[in-house]
């Protein structure tokens, strides 16, 4: 699985900076345990079952059956589903928390926060078959808060989401019995069947995961994207900067990491407050710099332009600047080596969830009843530490410009006009050949791969080749931190895409949220299948969704979720049934027969590239659009206008509106 390939094992040149400093001073980092680590491939390749006591049964050579009898698509199968179960509980958790919160503001019992968005309260009320008329938004809170709370314990018929696929989606999921029931339901029932001795057929195991991923994509991740947008404020765009270069060198820096936006957005009012301001000031400090890293970083950056420090394998290389005072953790992609990395230098490493602790690290309990408090103590802690910093410090230079903050609300209105949202030019622009499909790049780094570089090449290529690329999660930081966020990227994309992007305002590479947000990748697929032109579902559009570098067990069950829904998803660093060809097959072809999506592991990213537009110029085949062709647009648009403006006004006329040219 290691690609050893690179002289660095990562692209980003803050992190080569750091690393050197690291490997001076024989500091442990992720970079170095991953050198030292070889992954078991037995384990890594999904042939390892130690669901009983009997093993664990290794299958492999001459070994085909574990001490039960069990296969290996059957422990391939087991194995992945576990992981899509883990990952699907990871975001689902999250938006029941979402849901805590938004009762309680409903209630007036969260003080500090309130019902940012009240439109899309209205509309998602709307989503739920609540009446909203007549009720104040604080009634209303509680009613969307209670639904949502609802949809994780049900027991049986649809969650209500359901209905806001496709119609044929739907009837899809229906006829093979994989409508999710409830959001706990299916995650318990994936680890009932893959106790041992319950579901011993790969297929039926495989198909229950997407039955429980698709709770997590049009369940618990929809309901924290929504909820977050109710509380928080749904995203507009927005300018920041990206990577380590972010930190300040005469400020207070605060770090928040992991996932959940409901502490983070205090953070954000403590840093501002002027009494911690006036703190920090009194410690030397010019002033408070909150940055971020992973998903955290993407909700502040989203809502607020607060700068992302950088994506997963920055976490530690953050605290190796020296110029860290806090890193305020919460839940999801916190690295334990982030405390024992602190005692090196001053940070103080800030655990906040009672389902978070770190032995070692400073424990600072968050009430969301509270908030504001719990913030300031937070805030507060970071700004006393500010003196005993170190007297070097190693801030890189290097940042990235960046334009975020792009929700499917956003992109409505970008694409369709204020009063009128549609997805109309985008559809058409597909159906013309100018975009020539759409990319989701997602998901995590992995430290067995070289870090970032996978993403960015595949970003690279795909613009060029005009496909209009949306980017989450720490993919999404990959493409800030080097300018691929930046309008100015519009250079490098084909010239079809430059002239759509240039017309409606947007970068070729659209950054839509944090992980939780790939929901919103559901719902722009879903209404520019209801829009016309491209067919009557996900599977029938020329899209793909691609994570590059997963690592996290959340980064499958989205691509699983993905493929339920109709697409096919292409993962990069390797496969974790690769021991097993029939469920190989099976996630491939298999559900492709069944949903029309499948999911493919490729280890070279030039591969995904390939695949890729070969997929897509499938499905525009088979909608019997324009076939592509790179060469046929970019003379329009700004550059048709510049040539036309050296026509006499006859001529200009006549080629604008069809006038004709008088007789001379
Ligand atoms: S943070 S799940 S490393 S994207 Fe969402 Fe990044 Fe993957 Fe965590």
Not at 14 to 41: G, H, Q, V, W, Y
Not at 218 to 244: E, H, K, R, V, Y
Not at 246 to 262: A, F, M, Q, S
Not at 374 to 397: C, D, F, H, Q
Request: proline residues 4%; glycine residues 10%; charged residues 20%.
């Amino acid at each position: 699985m290691a690609d050893k390939s690179q002289a660095f094992p990562t692209v980003d040149p803050t992190i080569i900076e750091l690393l050197t400093i690291t490997e001076e001073d024989n500091i442990s980092t992720a970079f170095s345990r991953a050198a030292s680590i070889k992954p078991c491939p037995i384990g890594a390749d999904g042939a390892c079952c130690k669901v009983c006591g009997m093993g664990p049964c290794r299958l492999v050579g001459k070994t085909t059956r574990g001490v039960c009898g069990a296969t290996l698509g059957t422990v391939a199968a087991r194995n992945l589903a576990r992981m899509i179960a883990a990952g699907g509980s990871a975001h689902s958790d999250h938006g029941r928390d979402l849901a805590f919160t938004l009762i309680a503001v409903g209630k007036g019992e969260a003080k500090g926060y309130e019902v940012k968005d009240s439109a899309k309260l209205r509309e998602v009320a709307g989503h739920m078959g609540i009446p909203a008329g007549g009720k104040t938004t604080g009634q209303l809170a509680v009613e969307v808060g209670e639904m949502a709370l609802q949809q994780f314990g049900q027991q049986s018929g649809e969650l209500v989401y359901v209905g806001r696929a496709t119609t044929k989606r739907q009837e899809t999921w229906r006829k093979l019995g994989i409508v999710p029931r409830g959001i706990d339901r299916e995650i318990v029932e994936i680890m009932h069947r893959t106790h041992t001795g319950v579901d011993m057929d790969y297929e039926n195991i495989l198909d229950h995961a997407m039955r429980m991923a698709l709770g997590d994509g049009w369940g618990g991740s929809m309901l924290a994207t929504d909820i977050s947008d109710i509380l928080f404020g749904t995203p507009a765009p927005l300018q920041s900067m990206a990577n380590l270069g972010v930190l300040k060198d005469d400020e207070v820096n605060i770090i928040v990491h992991g996932h959940e936006p409901t502490l983070s957005e205090m953070i954000v009012v403590a840093s501002q407050d002027p009494e911690m301001v006036a703190l920090a000031k009194a410690q030397g400090a010019k002033g408070i710099n909150l940055a971020g890293i992973c998903c955290t970083s993407n909700e502040v950056l989203m809502r607020h332009g607060i700068p992302p420090a950088g994506n997963y394998l920055s976490q530690e290389m953050a605290i190796v600047t020296g110029a860290v005072e806090a890193m305020v953790v919460d839940v999801q992609c916190i690295m334990q080596a982030l405390v024992e990395l602190s005692e090196s230098y001053h940070t103080s490493v800030i655990t906040t969830s009672h389902k978070a602790k770190i032995r070692g690290a400073v424990h600072i309990p968050f009430d969301e009843h509270d908030a504001l408090i719990s913030a300031k103590n937070i805030v507060r802690r970071a700004i006393e530490n500010y003196p005993n910093r170190g007297k070097t410090l190693k801030i890189p230079s290097d940042t990235g410009q960046l334009v975020a903050g792009f929700s499917h609300e956003y992109l409505n209105y970008m694409l369709g006009g204020e009063l009128r949202g549609s997805f109309r030019p985008l559809n058409d622009a597909i159906i013309q050949g100018r975009i020539r499909g759409a990319a989701g790049v997602v998901g995590c780094n992995n430290a067995q791969v070289t870090h970032d570089d996978a993403t960015l090449n595949i970003i690279r290529e795909l613009i060029a080749n005009d496909v209009l690329v949306v980017v989450t999660g720490c993919a999404a930081h990959a493409a800030a931190k080097y300018g691929y966020l930046a309008p100015e990227m519009m250079e490098n994309a084909g010239k079809g895409l430059k002239e759509v992007c240039e017309a409606v305002g947007i970068p070729p590479v659209v950054h839509l949220g944090s992980c939780v947000d790939n929901s919103r990748i559901l719902t722009v697929l879903t209404q520019m299948s209801t829009e016309g032109g491209l067919g009557q579902d996900i599977d029938d559009l020329p899209a793909v969704g691609i994570c590059p570098e997963w690592m996290s067990e959340k980064a499958l069950s989205i691509g699983t979720y993905c493929v339920a829904s109709g697409a096919y998803v292409l993962f990069g660093v390797g496969s974790p049934v690769e021991a097993s060809e029939e469920v190989t097959q099976y996630i491939s072809a298999g559900w492709e027969s069944k949903v029309g999506g499948k999911l493919e592991f490729y280890k070279d990213w030039r591969d995904i590239v390939a695949k890729s537009l070969e997929h897509m110029d499938k499905k525009r085949a088979a909608l019997k659009l324009a076939e592509y062709d790179a060469g046929r647009y970019g003379a329009s648009g700004d550059w048709r206008m510049v040539e036309l403006e050296k026509l006499p006004l006859e001529e200009k006329m006549s080629a604008l509106y069809g006038l004709p040219v008088a007789a001379p």
